[in-house]
């Protein structure tokens, strides 16, 4: 029998086996949790009041904190690689919006 399936001690499963699928956007996956993990977090949502789903999907969204800011910054500085002046662009399109006559392309 794998030792994630043999009982503890206690008589409980090791680990907690949840159900991978994915319906739509929304995606199930399967997360082994060691008994002594799972008990500190039964204890956690509890005290938090939700459930341990609610707790699985804010610390991912924690974790992925810094990958988001990342993309953010991938932005930042993007007309610099441009042959274009991107403040002469810009003041270029608002006097052709005060005009009425609109040109995307940025010229130099």
């Not at 459930?51 to 991938?74: C, D, M, N």
Request: hydrophobic letters at 35%; a positive charge.
């Amino acid at each position: 029998m794998p030792d994630h399936l043999r009982k503890s001690e206690t008589g409980c499963l090791k680990y907690v086996i949840i159900v991978v699928y994915q319906r739509g956007s929304d995606m199930r996956t399967l997360v082994d949790i060691p008994a002594d993990d799972l008990k500190l977090l039964n204890g956690v949502v509890k005290t938090l009041a939700i459930s341990r789903a609610e707790f699985v999907r804010r610390a991912i969204a924690k974790s992925l904190e810094p990958h988001r800011l990342s993309q953010k910054q991938e932005a930042f500085g993007l007309w610099s690689k441009q042959p274009v002046d991107g403040l002469k662009y810009q003041e270029r399109m608002r006097e052709e919006w005060q005009e009425g006559t609109f040109s995307s392309t940025p010229t130099s």
